[in-house]
């Protein structure tokens, strides 16, 4: 008997990621840096890993709840409170999650029936599309263009929004291009956010890495929004926890409810140990993340003036986040294999503009999570590599 297991049709809607294909190359360049993965090279603070270690040491390794332990969503009913004056009921309004990407994942699957159009920033953090593609919903490309500093333009969004339009994505501070929304440009997404009647999926997980003046504004916070949003974040960026996979998302409880229900049937729950880590973090002092952010705005200025210095790079100053997304059409070259060239003969491993989307295209993105002295290396060796192009 000869069995087809072929994969399901859905996911022929999508393909693996560009990012990890780089990331990939990296494991097997043992002599390359690698500036293509998203992390801080920070570890977590000692008092959110001390906290960890005591409950493994307690035994408490058992099924947490399937909303995330109390003491955790405790203490994000107080972050929620102290950075956004925003009230969540602890029982009904907070999912912890194994990630942000849980709670991205979760939000389509609950809200999007096949056939309804989902708003996604293009370039756009590469689990959108495919989130919203196995959900048979149909991703709709706000363009991010260099000349509008990447902010989505309200009359561009206001002209895709159709009768099918269900679900609008919005990733402030932004990867991959550093991107950040003044107030008032929130307030204009949220207008029409309110009038088209859309469900916003706000992910904030670079809330806390911003730079110069720059404030970030959470959009849950203006006038009509919080019933209509699901705040997303994690621990992984601003307390440097990405392999513990620590996420959570806020949201009023008519729109909990179902991503609750698909979350029981993946998940169950969130490993325990890495929720007592988590609360930690945010019990500790919080100085961790300002002393991170300050070490990356060094990084920030390296990476954009070097860049800047270098023939054919056109780098804008990021405000937020932790990449920088020079652009790179002067080379001639497609992104990818713009990338593949610094990977192969500058030995510095970066992702493709186009792995984030058609807009990314001519653009590459460079993590300056990295350490300081890596990326100095790194950007003598892509100088002197390029140099060869021109
Ligand atoms: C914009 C954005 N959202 C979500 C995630 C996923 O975060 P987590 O590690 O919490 O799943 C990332 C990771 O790079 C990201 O850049």
Redesign the pocket.
């Known amino acids: 008997m000869v069995s087809d297991f072929t994969p399901a049709e859905r996911l022929k809607r999508i393909k693996p990621s560009g990012i990890r294909r780089f990331f990939n190359l990296a494991q097997t360049m043992p002599d390359a840096i690698n500036l293509s993965v ?1 992390e801080p090279d920070f570890t977590p603070p000692r008092e959110a890993l001390n906290l960890g270690w005591q409950a493994a040491q307690e035994g408490k390794t058992h099924y947490a709840p399937t909303n995330g332990i109390p003491e955790l969503r405790e203490a994000l009913v107080g972050k929620a409170g102290s950075d956004y004056n925003l009230k969540y009921d602890p029982n009904s309004e907070i999912l912890v999650t ?5 709670a ?1 994942f979760l939000a389509l699957e609950a809200f999007v029936n096949p056939g309804d159009e989902v708003l996604i920033p293009n370039p756009g ?1 590469v ?1 959108y599309e495919p989130g919203a593609l196995l959900t048979g919903g149909v991703p709709v490309s706000v363009p991010l263009l260099e000349e509008n500093e990447f902010k989505p333009s309200v009359d561009d969004v206001t002209s895709l929004i159709t009768d099918r339009s269900r679900v609008m994505i919005l ?1 402030y501070p ?2 991959p291009t550093g991107a950040t929304l003044s107030h008032d440009e929130v307030a204009a997404l949220s207008k029409v956010a309110v009038e088209r009647d859309l469900l916003v999926i706000s ?1 904030e ?2 809330e806390k890495i911003i730079y110069d003046s720059v404030r970030h504004y959470c959009i849950a916070t203006f006038p009509g929004m919080r019933e209509r949003t699901l705040l ?1 974040n ?4 601003s307390y440097a926890m ?1 392999g513990l ?3 959570y998302v806020y949201g009023p409880k008519e729109l909990m409810a179902p991503l609750w229900l698909v979350h029981q049937y993946t998940v169950a729950c969130v490993d325990s140990l890495m929720q007592y880590v988590a609360v930690g973090a945010l019990r500790g002092p919080q100085n961790f993340v300002h002393d991170m952010v300050k070490e990356f705005d060094r990084r920030r200025m390296l990476v954009y003036k070097r860049l800047n210095e270098i023939d054919g790079f056109r780098c804008s100053l990021p405000k937020g ?1 932790f990449y920088a997304f020079p652009n790179i059409r002067s080379f001639g070259m497609s992104s990818e294999d713009f990338a593949d060239f610094l990977s192969k003969e500058a030995r510095v491993i970066v992702v493709p503009g186009s792995a984030f989307g058609s807009h990314g295209e001519g653009y590459i993105r460079i993590s300056y999570a990295a350490a300081y002295e890596q990326l100095e290396e790194a950007l003598d060796r892509i100088e002197k590599t390029v140099k060869r192009l021109r």
């Open positions: 998203g194994v990630g942000a990407t849980e991205i953090f689990l990733n932004n990867n992910d997980v670079y997303v994690s621990f992984s960026k990405t996979r620590a996420g986040a």
